[in-house]
């Protein structure tokens, strides 16, 4: 692989693959008119559309606008908002009273959880949105997901048979800025973990989902809307950059932000370096139903029970790496070849992520098993409580 210079470019990155001086320069950019024909304005550096008058009516029509957006998540600013996304703004209320509902009763019951970034109580987060709207409200649900824009901006980027999550997020008056980050799946990793993926990886991670926003609320900009870095999505190292302490200060320099009306689409390429803002005002509550889209791909082709299969060979496993026949190097190959290494996806209700970006995998418990020295029986039992927690509700 050959960088933009003609030279080999690294397979591996670390912390000296980020160079903030460089990564200056990558976002010093400007976006103009020209490039995105059919944006009704630049703002911020970011293509704004209007709606109602997208051509998405016929197929190659449609294809010409999808096409924009594409070049815009891949080498562009990495972002897009859509005006008038939705029309019906008593359809987006009457969602937005639906989803309340659903937080007033997940309040009362004590099931309600903060986000990634922010402690229990300081917003309002509804894991599951998506499904969970479907069963309390199903002709608000159908209706709602209608909507030919959302369709057409995942399909620009993920192509058909993509997967849908929803999250609300409720920041109150006064609620915190989040720190700068990148998102699933690469921007839920520590640097330790980050550096152990080919840069192969780290530029196939932003492939794999879409992030979005329904604005269900008026954004101003003292309200906090999300702040965002245009360009920095197509930053190679930015996964493991966005950690580090000068990136950030430079993002909270060079940032940009949008304010949203309801019924806006908003819609980055996850690896854009973003974070939501400090809502300063006294009387907005800022709600937002994001989205988290998902591509067709990220699946293996054959259907493994890997805790069966687990459940089968650890009486092996655990008795070879007692008698010293394997090295501590060859049991976790074992472990990486039989468990199930990823955590998604959660029950992030259950699973909750306040204690860090995601809950263990299948391959974390079974490690955790053999250093304790567990027998199989409770090692099948903390297996089977953490596939007990793999439900939607």
Request: charged share 20%; glycine share 8%; with cysteine.
């Amino acid at each position: 692989m050959l960088d933009q210079g003609g030279t080999r470019a690294p397979v591996w990155l670390d912390d000296a693959s980020c160079d903030i001086d460089a990564f200056k320069r990558h976002v010093d950019r400007t976006t103009t008119a020209a490039d995105y024909p059919r944006a009704a304005e630049i703002v911020a550096n970011v293509p704004v559309y209007d709606g109602p008058a997208l051509d998405l009516g016929t197929e190659a029509g449609a294809r010409e606008v999808m096409a924009e957006w594409n070049r815009t998540f891949l080498s562009g600013p990495g972002i897009i908002a859509v005006r008038r996304g939705y029309t019906d703004l008593a359809l987006v209320d009457a969602v937005t009273e639906a989803l309340s509902a659903i937080i007033a009763e997940e309040a009362a019951a004590g099931t309600g959880k903060g986000d990634h970034f922010a402690a229990s109580g300081a917003n309002s987060r509804v894991w599951n949105a998506h499904e969970k709207l479907a069963v309390a409200a199903p002709e608000l649900f159908v209706r709602y997901n209608a909507n030919e824009i959302v369709r057409r901006v995942a399909e620009s980027w993920l192509g058909s048979g993509y997967q849908i999550t929803t999250q609300v997020n409720v920041v109150r008056p006064g609620g915190k800025a989040q720190t700068a980050h990148r998102d699933y799946h690469m921007g839920f990793q520590d640097a330790e973990t980050l550096r152990r993926y080919p840069a192969s990886q780290h530029a196939l991670s932003a492939c794999l989902t879409l992030q979005g926003a329904v604005a269900h609320s008026d954004m101003p900009v003292v309200s906090g809307p999300t702040k965002l870095l245009p360009y920095s999505q197509s930053y190679l190292p930015g996964y493991l950059a966005v950690l580090r302490p000068e990136f950030r200060a430079f993002f909270e320099e060079a940032h940009v932000q949008l304010p949203l009306e309801k019924g806006d689409l908003l819609f980055f390429n996850p690896a854009t370096f973003h974070a939501a803002g400090e809502n300063r005002t006294s009387d907005v509550q800022r709600f937002a139903n994001l989205m988290q889209i998902g591509s067709a791909y990220g699946r293996s082709i054959e259907i493994v029970d890997r805790t069966r299969l687990t459940e089968a060979i650890y009486p092996a496993l655990s008795g070879l790496a007692a008698e010293g026949a394997l090295s501590a190097r060859e049991a976790d190959n074992v472990v990486a070849a039989a468990a199930e290494g990823y955590p998604f996806p959660a029950n992030l209700d259950i699973d909750s992520p306040l204690s860090g970006m995601a809950p263990p995998s299948q391959q974390d418990v079974v490690r955790q098993a053999l250093a304790e020295g567990w027998d199989a029986g409770r090692l099948g039992q903390a297996l089977a409580e953490q596939n007990g927690r793999k439900r939607s509700h």
